[in-house]
């Protein structure tokens, strides 16, 4: 046992440099040990994500610490790159890489927001490219261009595979981005659109890491390069199980729902999120979340006790055996003097009529906002 161990230590995969190791899949140099023993039988020991990619032109997202992440990003100011800058349009906060502002130097920054297919036909894309513009510059970044797309469902990467080329002027490219936003979605996506390229590679040319870096070799001797996706914990993904994350996590094109509420009146989003209608006319709102995530009506006043009544049963997800590990819902007071969305990040949001004062829910550590109307 000892000695397999002391074996696997000194093995490193020839595609990547990663450390070869058998425990977590999610880790670089995960290699299950039949291919080990396969791969020290035919001298070519790969690793799985490197495997994949050179069989089936196909990655696996790995994890890193954030100190590896932070020593790949803090390169980049060093080279002269076009920064593709990969965001959930459904979580925006939850997309953010602090200090990217910095580590992207004087490198162009091209914003994507992936997810595209999740929003209804009537929400003018235009509005939301300069929301997620303006939010970008809230944490310190211009962009020099916006793009959404919807890499799982293929739309616009054709465009964006153009607006990068004129973009780049003759530089490499660099895709950013934190986990569940879509990045390596996306990059399979390019490498299916690129096909033709012969070989993959895959190097680590950062001193001092073992990364995993996947570098796409494009027309002019350039290279996209895919960097590991850094965990960002204030994720609804860090809050549920994979299970229950399937049913808050918007998976089709959201079909809206609109309620005519009253003043005093609360809406349950299972029991992951919750609304309050604390004052204004009686008013219509209409909630954009996963069209199976149930929702429920009640009144403001019993809204406590209905939630610790009912949460992990009537009001789920979270489901019951969760609700020890689930954070507690924190409340935040919106006035609004426009129509404005009230968005609860990763889930969706209610577009709600001017003139009215809200409160939202969302669990500790996730983050609640207001924007203008998108519709
Ligand atoms: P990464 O961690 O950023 O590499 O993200 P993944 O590519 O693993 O995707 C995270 C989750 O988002 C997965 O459940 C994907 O199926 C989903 N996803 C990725 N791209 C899209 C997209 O364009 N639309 C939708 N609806 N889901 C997507």
Redesign the pocket.
């Given at each position: 046992m000892t000695e397999e161990k002391n074996n696997l230590e000194d093995l490193r995969c020839i595609g990547c440099g990663a450390k070869i190791q058998t425990s977590d899949p999610k880790q670089p140099g995960y290699t299950p040990q039949s291919a080990i023993d396969k791969g020290l039988e035919n001298d070519e020991l790969y690793c799985q994500r490197c495997f994949r990619l050179r069989h089936y032109n196909e990655i696996a997202?790995v994890s890193l610490s954030d100190d590896d992440f932070l020593r790949l990003l803090s390169q980049i100011r060093n080279d002269d790159a076009l920064i593709v800058y990969?965001v959930d349009i459904f979580d925006f906060n939850g997309s953010i890489i602090p200090g990217l502002h910095r580590f992207v130097g004087s490198n162009p920054v091209l914003l994507v927001g992936?997810?595209?297919?999740?929003l209804p036909r009537s929400l003018r894309r235009s509005k939301l490219r300069d929301w997620l513009r303006q939010q970008a510059n809230l944490s310190g970044l211009r962009p020099i261009n916006t793009v959404l797309?919807?890499?799982?469902?293929n739309h616009q990467i054709d465009n964006l595979l153009e607006v990068i080329d004129k973009e780049r002027q003759g530089r490499d490219v660099y895709v950013v981005?934190?986990?569940?936003?879509?990045?390596?979605?996306?990059i399979n996506q390019i490498i299916k659109q690129r096909t033709g390229i012969k070989e993959l590679i895959t190097t680590s040319r950062f001193p001092g890491t073992t990364l995993d870096k996947i570098e796409i070799p494009l027309d002019d001797g350039h290279q996209l390069i895919d960097t590991p996706?850094i965990i960002h914990q204030h994720q609804m993904a860090h809050v549920l199980s994979a299970k229950d994350l399937k049913y808050v996590s918007?998976?089709k094109e959201i079909k809206p729902r609109t309620y005519q509420l009253e003043p005093e009146q609360t809406l349950f989003m299972g029991g992951v999120a919750r609304f309050d209608y604390v004052s204004g006319p009686r008013a219509g709102m209409v909630a954009y979340f996963d069209n199976n995530l149930p929702l429920h009506r009640t009144k403001l006043k019993n809204a406590d006790e209905f939630y610790k009544k009912h949460n992990g049963e009537l009001l789920n997800p979270p489901t019951k055996d969760e609700l020890a590990t689930f954070p507690p819902l924190e409340r935040q007071e919106f006035h609004l003097t426009e129509k404005s969305d009230v968005v609860f990040e990763g889930l969706g949001w209610i577009t709600v009529p001017a003139g009215t004062t809200v409160a939202a829910w969302v669990p500790k550590g996730i983050s609640s906002l207001v924007r203008r109307s998108m519709i």
């Amino acid at each position: 046992m000892t000695e397999e161990k002391n074996n696997l230590e000194d093995l490193r995969c020839i595609g990547c440099g990663a450390k070869i190791q058998t425990s977590d899949p999610k880790q670089p140099g995960y290699t299950p040990q039949s291919a080990i023993d396969k791969g020290l039988e035919n001298d070519e020991l790969y690793c799985q994500r490197c495997f994949r990619l050179r069989h089936y032109n196909e990655i696996a997202p790995v994890s890193l610490s954030d100190d590896d992440f932070l020593r790949l990003l803090s390169q980049i100011r060093n080279d002269d790159a076009l920064i593709v800058y990969v965001v959930d349009i459904f979580d925006f906060n939850g997309s953010i890489i602090p200090g990217l502002h910095r580590f992207v130097g004087s490198n162009p920054v091209l914003l994507v927001g992936n997810k595209e297919d999740l929003l209804p036909r009537s929400l003018r894309r235009s509005k939301l490219r300069d929301w997620l513009r303006q939010q970008a510059n809230l944490s310190g970044l211009r962009p020099i261009n916006t793009v959404l797309v919807s890499a799982k469902k293929n739309h616009q990467i054709d465009n964006l595979l153009e607006v990068i080329d004129k973009e780049r002027q003759g530089r490499d490219v660099y895709v950013v981005g934190v986990t569940n936003v879509g990045k390596s979605t996306l990059i399979n996506q390019i490498i299916k659109q690129r096909t033709g390229i012969k070989e993959l590679i895959t190097t680590s040319r950062f001193p001092g890491t073992t990364l995993d870096k996947i570098e796409i070799p494009l027309d002019d001797g350039h290279q996209l390069i895919d960097t590991p996706g850094i965990i960002h914990q204030h994720q609804m993904a860090h809050v549920l199980s994979a299970k229950d994350l399937k049913y808050v996590s918007p998976q089709k094109e959201i079909k809206p729902r609109t309620y005519q509420l009253e003043p005093e009146q609360t809406l349950f989003m299972g029991g992951v999120a919750r609304f309050d209608y604390v004052s204004g006319p009686r008013a219509g709102m209409v909630a954009y979340f996963d069209n199976n995530l149930p929702l429920h009506r009640t009144k403001l006043k019993n809204a406590d006790e209905f939630y610790k009544k009912h949460n992990g049963e009537l009001l789920n997800p979270p489901t019951k055996d969760e609700l020890a590990t689930f954070p507690p819902l924190e409340r935040q007071e919106f006035h609004l003097t426009e129509k404005s969305d009230v968005v609860f990040e990763g889930l969706g949001w209610i577009t709600v009529p001017a003139g009215t004062t809200v409160a939202a829910w969302v669990p500790k550590g996730i983050s609640s906002l207001v924007r203008r109307s998108m519709i």
